[in-house]
């Protein structure tokens, strides 16, 4: 009837949960995962979070892997699809990377708990991921295998810097789109010129 409101909760997911121990890092880094404020966050209960997760460390576990998904898997998926030409999607992974580290404060938290185990294994994880994806690039650019390593170490490398001046000093960075695009252009050439 038209005068009748229903109010049907939605039933959060591990997805859900995942989520907001993502945000929570970002937030506040690994020690804002706490199962109580993040249900409190989630307009929920522990027995919420108890029905998907046997404890912290399992929740901890699938953000990380979820985060993984986002920020590697599926930007790697998205320059495969995108191009063919290996210079193309290495021009198309930096820019992509750079938005990405520009916004993202998670990683760069989860950088500063690099002693933690779950999240060194993370970060081991998705360097190897990332650093394979840029070798396999290289390769394809007629490096040889081991230059094809050096030039993902040191395009991996510029990255991790650039997402640290990124939240650090971001006016050391060009700021206006003629400058960005001369900037990632120059960072292209310098990484693929033989």
């Known amino acids: 009837m038209g005068g009748e409101r229903t109010t049907a909760r939605r039933r959060l997911s591990r997805e859900d949960w995942a ?8 937030e506040g880094g690994l020690p804002a995962v706490a199962v109580e404020p993040l249900a409190a966050r989630l307009g929920t209960t522990k027995g919420s979070f108890y029905w998907h997760f046997p404890n912290r460390e399992a929740l901890l576990e699938a953000a990380l892997s ?17 191009a ?7 021009r198309l992974l930096i820019r992509r990377v750079v938005e990405i580290a520009e916004q993202d404060s998670i990683g760069l938290a989860l950088l500063s708990t690099a002693d933690h185990p779950a999240v060194a294994a993370a970060l081991a994880r998705v360097t190897e991921q990332r650093i394979d994806f840029l070798t396999r690039l290289f390769s394809r650019m007629d490096f ?15 990255y991790l810097g650039h997402a640290q001046l990124a939240h650090s000093t971001p006016r050391s960075l060009p700021t206006t789109p003629a400058a960005r695009r001369a900037y990632l252009d120059h960072v292209v050439a310098t990484l693929t010129a033989h």
């Open 19 to 26: 989520d907001a121990a993502l945000t929570a890092i970002a």
């Open 66 to 82: 979820r985060w993984q998904e986002r920020h590697t898997t599926a930007v790697n998926a998205e320059v495969e699809a995108a």
């Open 84 to 90: 063919t030409d290996p210079v193309e999607q290495l």
């Open 144 to 158: 040889t295998p081991g230059a094809a390593r050096q030039r993902a170490l040191l395009a991996y490398s510029a």
